[in-house]
């Protein structure tokens, strides 16, 4: 099994995955912060996971609501045999994340989180993930622009867009302002990437 395979199954269920560049930004920046415990927020059928498993010697702990993608996520982890680097959590994100919170070890635990999950639900989480993350280690967002809405509100073409494109850009904001963050990056290629780290304590 190869990534177009992938690729063609996420077309087949309507599976929303990352793009091309977006691909390729998440790889490289994989191979030059060379994690060794990620956090995925959103695992889909795999595709980003094994982007950053097969980039890496990491293990990965990625949540994911959708039962169904769990079942083709945890297929396409063993057939790119990354299965045994994978903790999956089935279950809403704000529930499982809340619970590493309230267990002490997950303190500062991940060197890596990848948020690419409910996008109006981005700023609720941000706090805990920050209290997740490692001091100096990296946190990575997927689709913080929005198919380029966050620039351009007054285009969005319903109420709910904008809702989303709102609560995106408040975290854009929260990001830019936290007193925890720094070396901030916002990417403006396909759905925006947005990159930061967190200080040394």
Do not use: W
């Not at 177009?4 to 994989?30: C, F, G, M, W």
């Not at 999950?117 to 997927?142: H, R, W």
């Not at 989303?164 to 929260?174: A, C, E, H, T």
Request: proline share 2%; aromatic share 10%; glycine share 4%.
């Amino acid at each position: 099994m190869n990534y177009d395979d992938i690729l063609t199954l996420a077309k087949q269920y309507a599976v929303p995955i990352v793009r091309t560049k977006s691909h390729s930004i998440l790889e490289n920046l994989i191979k030059k912060n060379n994690p060794k415990c990620i956090l995925e927020i959103g695992t889909a059928i795999g595709y980003s996971g094994i982007i950053m498993l097969k980039s890496s010697s990491a293990k990965l702990v990625t949540i994911e609501h959708n039962k169904n993608y769990v079942k083709l996520a945890k297929s396409n982890f063993k057939k790119f045999k990354v299965n045994k680097r994978v903790k999956i959590l089935f279950g809403d994100c704000h529930v499982k994340i809340a619970e590493m919170v309230a267990d002490n070890k997950y303190k500062d635990y991940f060197d890596f989180i990848f948020l690419d999950g409910p996008k109006a639900q981005y700023s609720l989480l941000l706090e805990n993930l920050i209290y997740l993350l490692k001091p100096n280690s990296t946190l990575v967002v997927d689709n913080v622009l929005f198919r380029g809405y966050t620039t351009n509100e007054q285009i969005a073409p319903t109420k709910r867009f904008k809702t989303i494109i709102k609560r995106l850009n408040d975290f854009i904001d929260m990001c830019k302002n936290h007193k925890e963050l720094y070396d901030i990056k916002l990417i403006d290629t396909e759905d925006g990437i947005l990159y930061a780290k967190k200080i040394s304590k």
